[in-house]
């Protein structure tokens, strides 16, 4: 069964560096989510994207934060300046154009700032 | 935008029994209600989900209720099993938004435990 998959699934980084996190979505899906989930908390919206384009951001999703599709299967989350409370496990999610409503999410990338 | 709240926020039943978890939404245009399951450090992961077109949907031990005019929404989960401790998030949505991507809001979860 296809799946999205995202790397690293683990990354530490030092205050104030720039983070890189890499999401391959469903090859057949449309759209395209990063969420946030901050340990024991809720998952969050932070940002959607479709026909290369942001559809719709959340207030979490700042300046600091920017989304790409670089190539043909590639989704990335770049966090320009990381602050602590960027600590939190990223998920990205993809949904096929078929409006099933179903969101795809991938297992996650745990983000530590130190 | 779309508020979704959740309760319980944790929830402890006995092996066999009954659990029910209740969500509301603000949205009125929202009209798809998944419910996810999320094991420890793993992903969310879709057990059910309905449409506003429908009030009741089971799927084996797993069902869900939907009621539009009060805005909420129940999860019903029968025979329970150890295996079924998990943290379970309801989240709402109006997928069919021409021209965007509408995202799901989600609940503040519920920690299900099962005691064997």
């Known amino acids: 069964e296809p799946e999205v998959t995202q790397t690293p699934s683990h990354q530490v980084t030092q205050m104030g560096q720039e983070v890189i996190l890499r999401c391959v979505p469903i090859?057949?899906?449309?759209?395209f989510y990063w969420y946030r989930q901050i340990l024991g908390q809720k998952v969050e919206f932070l940002v959607s994207?479709?026909?290369?384009?942001?559809?719709?951001k959340s207030e979490i999703f700042d300046d600091q934060f920017s989304v790409e599709r670089p190539d043909g299967s590639n989704f990335t989350l770049k966090i320009r300046s990381t602050k602590l409370e960027d600590s939190a496990m990223y998920f990205c999610?993809?949904?096929?154009?078929?409006?099933?409503?179903?969101?795809?999410f991938g297992e996650g990338s745990r983000l530590t700032v130190l | 935008g779309e508020n979704v709240e959740q309760h319980p926020s944790t929830l402890s039943v006995q092996e066999g029994d009954s659990a029910v978890i209740k969500c509301t939404y603000s949205?009125?245009?929202?009209?798809?209600f998944p419910w996810y399951k999320q094991e420890l450090g793993k992903r969310p992961q879709l057990i059910i989900d309905?449409?506003?077109?429908?009030g009741e949907k089971k799927d084996q031990r797993i069902a869900v209720t939907l009621n539009k005019t009060a805005k909420h929404f129940s999860l019903h989960i029968t025979e329970t099993q150890p295996e079924d401790s998990a943290v379970y998030f309801c989240?709402?949505?109006?997928?069919?938004?021409?021209?965007?991507?509408?995202?799901?809001?989600f609940g503040s979860g519920t920690q299900l435990t099962v005691l064997p």
């Open positions: 994207f479709y026909n290369n384009e942001i559809s719709e």
């Open positions: 090859s057949n899906h449309l759209y």
């Open positions: 949205d009125s245009a929202s009209n798809y």
């Open positions: 999610a993809s949904r096929p154009v078929a409006n099933t409503g179903e969101l795809f």
């Open positions: 989240a709402a949505s109006d997928p069919n938004s021409s021209g965007s991507a509408r995202q799901l809001t």
């Open positions: 309905i449409r506003s077109n429908v």
